[in-house]
């Protein structure tokens, strides 16, 4: 199966989820820099994102509500601009239990975020996207292959993901689909772990993701979101379906 053909940036549209803050918000911006509109969706409004030469669309939406869906890929629609990339950013953490300890809801509520609206929102836009020859990024975790104490429904959730993700691949060959691994980011997510966390975590994980916080290892968002916008932009046929970190040595073409 060819590549698909390379859409140019300048004119063109991208969906972007949880785009009020953190690494949504970088995305959004890196897109704009790049010359493509950006219809960012998020719960709340967020200050407005400046740019040159391409529009920030604020849609404010919960993904996890069927006709908030509808609206959004309406919006995309109305925009009257080719969609060359959906980027599957919202997602929860909270609440951190224990597997034995964990409501059924909030393990529902991870799904309802994680996996169930980015399904329901990539249906929604396989129309426009096969007609783009466009891509789908999901942002993913470590934690859908590593296991951490507290992070059951997350872990599963992004475990699914990927999962989601693989299929798309498989179904249509019209689309590339890849999952990645943002590392560890400076944003909320991060301050839930270290205001939370210890009473559900394992002491050795916790205190990981402390350390990396105190010595300011903590990844600034716009570095994985550079990343992740050219793969959304540039990103092959071969590797759809694919789960990689921001800084694989297989997609290093993208991060320089």
Known sequence: MPSPKPQSAKGALAIVTGASRGIGRAIALEFLQQGVSVLGVS?????PLESTGAEFIPCIADVTNTDDQKRITEAAKNSGLPLIALVNNAGTLDPLAKL?????NDWRHHFEVNV??????TQLALPMLRATNGRV???????ASSAYQGWA????????????????????PEVVAIAVRPGVVDTDMQKVIRSVGQSAMRDDQFAKFQSLYEDGQLLKPEVPARVIVRLAMEAPRSMSGMFVSWDSP???????
């Not at 034995?100 to 059924?104: A, K, M, Q, V």
């Not at 297989?250 to 320089?256: P, R």
Request: hydrophobic share 50%.
């Open 100 to 104: 034995s300890d964990i409501d059924l």
């Open 153 to 172: 429904a997350y872990c599963a959730s992004k475990a699914a993901l990927n999962m989601v993700t693989k299929s798309v691949a498989v179904e249509e």
């Open 250 to 256: 297989e997609i290093d073409q993208y991060i320089k």
């Open 43 to 47: 719960r709340t409004i967020s200050d």
């Open 137 to 143: 990024i999901n942002i993913s975790s470590g934690a």
């Open 116 to 121: 169930v609206a980015v399904l329901a929102l």
